[in-house]
């Protein structure tokens, strides 16, 4: 699917269509660059890469060296989705969503949480106005590392210890990228840490002291610190609390899923695996959903937002505020629902919708 577009600025598109219905869904996002593309004179040129969930039963491969390599040299790449009910749990996870963020040290995963006007949060009593805030999840480190192992496996004396990496390099890049977030997001400039400091001594203890310490430099950010577990009452009761939130790869991994939940669920919910000094992989937080798959009733919109995010990162912001204009606007005046299937559209129609608002704009 290599194709090349006119415009001045050309950026390198790396498509990872995936599996389920990751391909329609990346479709659908592509179809919205091409109107970017159209609109603000800005070129894309894509260049799709078979990985995932058939491509290893296909020919027992993952992510072999020369497609990592050529992935790298792309100005981002754009994720459907990978996961396959043939293939055992943690294999393409593993060996190619997970190297990815590791080997192109991918460290940021941002996730923006934002219930968007016209969509019925799970929450009755929150509105707009009330869930609007972004997770910053640490992306390279952590339980993530997978360090561990058995020991007499598999007798009764089996012993499995699961190792926590954190480092103080990745813990400060982080936290560091997350206080420039907050400030340059300049709404509430409220950055909260969560964690486990009263169990999680050394893991925690290290982030809450980095945290602290850098707050010399950000002293323009007011801060607080969570428990996880308090944390996620709180998401659900009072998320109008939170401006930005950073955390550690278990803890992000966990609170986003709540975090899509209340902002009208996976058809909506947008991230980016980021590192701000290299490479970046946009993708919808939703799996490849294989009962839906082939049906035109993914809901695009999570991918749509993933492009969003993807915009912004490449300098594009005229553009990336237009989409996400669109993106609100067919929210609000058109679609139905945000689940698989109760859009009132089929997934192209979505995106037709949202190529026609952006070309009105
Ligand atoms: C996510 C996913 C992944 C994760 C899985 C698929 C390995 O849940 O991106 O949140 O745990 O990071
Ligand atoms: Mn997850």
């Not at 968007?116 to 805030?133: H, M, N, Q, R, T």
């Not at 909506?268 to 290299?278: D, K, L, R, V």
Request: one cysteine or more.
């Amino acid at each position: 699917m290599a194709e090349k577009m006119s415009g001045e600025r050309t950026h390198t598109i790396g498509l990872i269509p995936g599996d389920g219905t990751g391909p329609e869904v990346v479709e659908e996002g592509v179809k919205v660059l091409e109107a970017v593309s159209k609109k603000f004179g800005v070129g894309f040129h894509f260049k799709a890469f078979d990985l995932g969930g058939e491509a290893y039963k296909r020919n027992g491969t993952l992510l072999p060296d020369g497609v990592l390599d050529q992935l790298r040299s792309m100005d981002a790449v754009f994720l459907g989705a990978i996961g396959h009910p043939d293939v055992n749990p943690g294999i393409l996870e593993k060996g190619i969503l997970l190297k990815l963020r590791f080997t192109l040290d991918l460290y940021i995963n941002l996730r923006p949480v934002i219930l968007y006007p016209g969509v019925a949060s799970l929450l009755k009593d929150k509105g707009p106005e009330d869930i609007d805030f972004a997770v910053i999840r640490e992306n390279s480190e952590g339980v993530y590392a997978g360090g561990g192992g058995l020991f007499k496996e598999g007798t009764p004396d089996e012993v499995a210890v699961q190792e926590s990496i954190n480092t103080r390099k990745g813990v400060e890049r982080c936290l560091r990228y997350a206080y420039e977030y907050c400030r340059k997001r300049n709404r509430r400039k409220h950055l909260t840490l969560c964690g486990k400091t009263n169990v999680l001594i050394y893991e925690s203890g290290l982030w809450y002291r980095v945290f602290q310490e850098l707050h010399d430099a950000y002293s323009d950010i007011e801060i607080d610190y969570q428990h996880v577990d308090a944390l996620c009452m709180w998401m659900l009761k009072n998320p109008e609390q939170f401006d930005v939130i950073v955390t550690s790869n278990l803890f992000g991994d966990i609170i986003t899923d709540i975090g899509a939940v209340i902002q009208g669920g996976l058809g909506i919910a947008a991230g980016g695996n980021i590192n701000p000094e290299g490479n970046a992989m946009f993708e919808p937080i939703g799996g490849s959903a294989p009962k839906y798959t082939g049906l035109g009733k993914i809901n695009p919109m999570a991918a749509i937002g993933a492009v969003q995010m993807m915009l912004d990162y490449l300098g594009e912001e005229a553009a990336a505020q237009a989409v996400l204009d669109a993106i609100r606007k067919v929210v609000k005046e058109d679609l139905k629902g945000l689940g698989a299937g109760k859009m009132g559209y089929s997934t192209g129609e979505v995106g037709d919708l949202v190529v026609q608002a952006l070309s009105s704009s």
